[in-house]
């Protein structure tokens, strides 16, 4: 066969098959079958380019790179909907039509949760594709929309037309897509729409084609030209060639949409891709001038929202929150899940008896919606699926302070007594993050404030587990990818700050910034820190009787401890390092303590011998370089006589470790 029709015939299979694979959902042959054509025509195409056809499917391969996209003016705007939440609301749309004109029906469409595109063809040959921008200049995205497979790149007739609709991503390239970033350590996309949205603006083609995103028409610019209503507008495009989405109605009146919009409410949870509502549109093209437009939308059509979706989900933790007014409010520690558009990693349970007039236990698995769309809350739990958990009890002791909580007669709520209380003062964590102390850049004063008031903040260590809610810190208003990840990146820095600054930070009463960098000198960890008594400080040259018991007392509450023992689990630094290479006499030695040390406790001993390269050993041999002895000293000593080991008094080892500490 000679080469160009073979070419021809190849295009023909290869476009046929993904007509019916892509807008008719109908697959002919097998993906392997498919490869093999797309083969042998891109081989084809390469050794004869002079031969390569205008409405060859290679072109949907992608390839070429942009340094930035065009602009693009919309003629005719790209406008937006009006919404309505409920059935009033639908009422008072159509009465608002009925001012205007008699005798219309309604179509309706799903609302495809993507982003709306507009598509242009001139004699019937897909010439450009424009984002709506801000709805009256776009970006030219026609290379990347070329690669879609749906995409018609010649139509049915030979015409001269524009259409919109909307690009989205399928459900399952969504999560192959997020996979793969997962695997590559990329950061995830929120949702769909996002990922859709980011696709469509990578100036490399390659990357959208191996994205699989597609594409649903649903208008027709300028539709009276060509037909009459929409629903002739619709079935015009599905014969040019346009994937339409084939769940449109004609609806004859208001009464009928209630009942039509439940059935969608119904289909929608079983589709592959994401919807958020349903479009309305009057069906009579010629009304439309009359009922006329606002600014932002055309008033003969409305985006009916769906209520809140729903999700089933483990509650894997209940903790505790703690607000401005001190009030104490539960919180379900969810395992994450996708609901209304974004991942939900916690919800509120609001307050005892919520939770117990629900019997929400944890390890349950649990109902969540988005309440009003945007506060996450556990509905329900799947009683059919428990197994025996323990039942709910409320915390005695606030969580932050350990403070006795208490429920006022008549009030749902629990309160922290502690006027003081760190949780509900925000001062501590604003201070933590200060450029004087933690030096985390982006965690100001505002930050702060919204992540507690949101709930990811309460106490100190809590910074540290914000990278659990990444994906919700950029759906927060104000927030964003960018923000989130800085801030995040500032926080993971902070963990190998100094030791003193951490200790400023934990804002120990009298403990300044020059007297935590005192401290470190002698209590070179913060374990020694936390076992230092009043005795040993008020030694310290600058520590005087109030900043002693100050320090006694903050590491005496056992919230303080155990907030620093997770901030050692976060991995946080609370070692005093010194930064210069030490040639110590002790560098390489083995070293045994024996005795009551009066200057130093044990572990301070071992720590500064060990800064020095020595190793300390318990038992004396013939490989001991150094006994130190304290007062009582007893076998220990005796064998490092009998050994002829160097013995030094505690006076001796403080004078040779002198300035390490
Ligand atoms: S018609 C005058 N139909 O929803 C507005 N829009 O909020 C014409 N959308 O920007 C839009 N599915 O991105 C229409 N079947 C559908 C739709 C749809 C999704 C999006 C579109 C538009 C937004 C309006």
């Given at each position: 066969?000679?080469?160009?029709?073979?070419?021809?015939?190849?295009?023909?299979?290869?476009?046929?098959?993904?007509?019916?694979?892509?807008?008719?959902?109908?697959?002919?042959?097998?993906?392997?079958?498919?490869?093999?054509?797309?083969?042998?025509l891109?081989?084809?195409?390469?050794?004869?380019?002079?031969?390569?056809?205008?409405?060859?499917?290679?072109?949907?391969?992608?390839?070429?790179?942009?340094?930035?996209?065009?602009?693009v003016?919309?003629?005719?705007?790209?406008?937006?909907?009006?919404?309505?939440?409920?059935?009033?609301?639908?009422?008072?749309?159509?009465?608002?039509?009925?001012?205007?004109?008699?005798?219309?029906?309604?179509?309706?469409?799903?609302k495809?949760?993507?982003?709306?595109?507009?598509?242009?063809?001139?004699?019937?040959?897909?010439?450009?594709?424009?984002?709506?921008?801000?709805?009256?200049?776009?970006?030219?995205?026609?290379?990347?929309?070329?690669?879609?497979?749906s995409?018609p790149?010649?139509?049915?007739?030979?015409?001269?037309?524009?259409?919109?609709?909307?690009?989205?991503?399928?459900h399952?390239?969504?999560?192959?897509?997020?996979?793969?970033?997962?695997?590559?350590?990329?950061?995830?996309?929120?949702?769909?729409?996002?990922?859709?949205?980011?696709?469509?603006?990578?100036?490399?083609?390659?990357?959208?084609?191996?994205?699989?995103?597609?594409?649903?028409?649903?208008t027709?610019?300028?539709?009276?030209?060509?037909?009459?209503?929409?629903?002739?507008?619709?079935?015009y495009?599905?014969?040019?060639?346009?994937?339409?989405?084939?769940?449109?109605?004609?609806?004859?009146?208001?009464?009928?949409?209630?009942?039509?919009?439940?059935?969608?409410?119904?289909?929608?949870?079983?589709?592959?891709?994401?919807?958020?509502?349903?479009?309305?549109?009057?069906?009579?093209?010629?009304?439309?001038?009359?009922i006329g437009?606002?600014?932002?939308?055309?008033?003969?059509?409305?985006?009916?929202?769906?209520?809140?979706?729903?999700?089933?989900?483990?509650?894997?933790?209940?903790?505790f929150?703690i607000?401005?007014?001190?009030?104490?409010?539960?919180?379900?520690e969810?395992?994450?899940?996708?609901?209304?558009?974004?991942?939900?990693?916690?919800?509120?349970?609001?307050?005892?008896?919520?939770?117990?007039?629900?019997?929400?236990?944890?390890w349950?698995?649990?109902?969540?919606?988005?309440a009003?769309?945007?506060i996450?809350?556990v509905?329900?739990?799947?009683?059919?699926?428990?197994?025996?958990?323990?039942?709910?009890?409320?915390?005695?002791?606030?969580?932050?302070?350990k403070?006795?909580?208490?429920?006022?007669?008549?009030e749902?709520?629990?309160?922290?007594?502690?006027l003081?209380?760190?949780?509900?003062?925000?001062?501590?964590?604003?201070?933590?993050?200060?450029?004087?102390?933690?030096?985390i850049?982006?965690?100001?004063?505002?930050?702060?404030?919204?992540?507690?008031?949101?709930?990811?903040?309460?106490?100190?260590?809590d910074?540290?587990?914000?990278?659990?809610?990444?994906?919700?810190?950029?759906?927060?208003?104000?927030?964003?990818d960018?923000?989130?990840?800085?801030?995040?990146?500032?926080?993971?820095?902070?963990?190998?700050?100094?030791?003193?600054?951490?200790?400023?930070?934990?804002?120990?009463?009298?403990?300044?910034?020059?007297?935590?960098?005192?401290?470190?000198?002698?209590?070179?960890?913060?374990?020694?820190?936390?076992?230092?008594?009043?005795?040993?400080?008020?030694?310290?040259?600058?520590?005087?009787?109030?900043?002693?018991?100050?320090?006694?007392?903050?590491?005496?509450?056992?919230?303080?401890?155990?907030?620093?023992?997770?901030?050692?689990?976060?991995?946080?630094?609370?070692?005093?390092?010194?930064?210069?290479?030490?040639?110590?006499?002790?560098?390489?030695?083995?070293?045994?303590?024996?005795?009551?040390?009066?200057?130093?406790?044990?572990?301070?001993?071992?720590?500064?011998?060990?800064?020095?390269?020595?190793?300390?050993?318990?038992s004396?041999?013939?490989?001991?370089?150094?006994?130190?002895?304290?007062?009582?000293?007893?076998?220990?000593?005796?064998?490092?006589?009998?050994?002829?080991?160097?013995?030094?008094?505690?006076?001796?080892?403080?004078?040779?470790?002198?300035?390490?500490?």
């Amino acid at each position: 066969m000679d080469i160009k029709q073979r070419m021809t015939e190849l295009i023909q299979k290869i476009n046929q098959a993904n007509d019916d694979y892509h807008t008719k959902d109908q697959p002919t042959i097998t993906d392997y079958q498919y490869d093999q054509l797309l083969k042998e025509l891109i081989e084809l195409e390469q050794a004869y380019p002079l031969l390569k056809q205008e409405n060859s499917p290679t072109e949907k391969i992608g390839g070429l790179i942009l340094d930035g996209f065009e602009k693009v003016t919309h003629v005719i705007p790209m406008m937006s909907l009006s919404n309505v939440f409920n059935s009033d609301e639908l009422k008072s749309f159509d009465e608002r039509i009925l001012k205007q004109v008699r005798d219309y029906s309604f179509v309706t469409e799903l609302k495809i949760d993507g982003l709306a595109v507009s598509l242009k063809y001139q004699k019937g040959r897909f010439v450009r594709a424009a984002t709506r921008g801000n709805g009256l200049i776009g970006e030219d995205v026609t290379h990347n929309v070329k690669t879609i497979k749906s995409l018609p790149l010649i139509l049915n007739e030979a015409i001269d037309i524009e259409v919109r609709g909307e690009i989205f991503m399928p459900h399952k390239s969504f999560k192959q897509l997020n996979e793969e970033r997962m695997n590559q350590n990329e950061p995830l996309f929120a949702n769909p729409r996002n990922a859709a949205a980011g696709t469509i603006r990578q100036l490399d083609s390659k990357i959208v084609a191996q994205r699989n995103l597609d594409l649903f028409v649903y208008t027709i610019v300028s539709a009276n030209q060509y037909v009459t209503t929409q629903f002739e507008a619709l079935k015009y495009l599905e014969s040019l060639g346009f994937k339409v989405n084939p769940n449109y109605k004609h609806v004859k009146d208001v009464n009928d949409l209630i009942q039509v919009i439940q059935d969608y409410d119904d289909l929608r949870k079983s589709l592959p891709y994401d919807t958020d509502g349903v479009v309305i549109k009057v069906n009579e093209l010629e009304l439309y001038d009359r009922i006329g437009y606002t600014a932002k939308s055309p008033k003969w059509a409305t985006a009916y929202k769906f209520q809140a979706e729903q999700a089933e989900t483990i509650l894997k933790d209940i903790t505790f929150q703690i607000g401005r007014t001190g009030v104490v409010t539960p919180v379900a520690e969810l395992e994450p899940v996708f609901i209304s558009g974004s991942t939900v990693a916690r919800a509120t349970l609001h307050n005892e008896d919520y939770i117990l007039s629900k019997d929400i236990r944890v390890w349950d698995v649990v109902l969540v919606h988005k309440a009003g769309e945007i506060i996450p809350e556990v509905i329900s739990v799947v009683t059919s699926k428990r197994e025996s958990q323990k039942p709910f009890e409320m915390i005695k002791t606030c969580p932050i302070c350990k403070s006795p909580l208490e429920r006022k007669s008549g009030e749902a709520d629990y309160y922290c007594t502690n006027l003081e209380c760190p949780g509900r003062n925000m001062n501590s964590l604003i201070h933590f993050a200060s450029r004087v102390a933690m030096d985390i850049d982006t965690l100001g004063e505002k930050v702060v404030e919204t992540l507690h008031d949101l709930g990811y903040l309460s106490k100190i260590p809590d910074i540290y587990s914000l990278k659990n809610y990444a994906q919700e810190l950029k759906d927060i208003p104000g927030f964003g990818d960018k923000k989130v990840d800085k801030l995040l990146a500032a926080i993971e820095a902070s963990k190998k700050q100094s030791l003193d600054k951490l200790i400023f930070g934990l804002g120990i009463k009298h403990v300044g910034a020059k007297v935590a960098k005192t401290l470190i000198k002698h209590y070179p960890t913060m374990d020694l820190l936390i076992e230092a008594t009043y005795e040993d400080l008020t030694e310290i040259n600058d520590i005087g009787e109030m900043i002693a018991q100050s320090i006694v007392s903050y590491f005496n509450k056992q919230a303080h401890i155990d907030m620093i023992d997770e901030l050692k689990a976060h991995g946080l630094n609370m070692t005093h390092e010194k930064t210069e290479n030490i040639t110590h006499e002790f560098n390489g030695k083995t070293l045994v303590l024996t005795g009551k040390l009066e200057l130093f406790s044990r572990d301070q001993a071992t720590f500064l011998i060990e800064k020095c390269g020595g190793k300390v050993a318990s038992s004396v041999s013939a490989k001991t370089d150094y006994v130190i002895a304290g007062e009582d000293a007893g076998s220990k000593l005796k064998k490092a006589l009998e050994l002829g080991v160097t013995v030094l008094s505690e006076a001796d080892f403080k004078v040779k470790i002198d300035g390490l500490y």
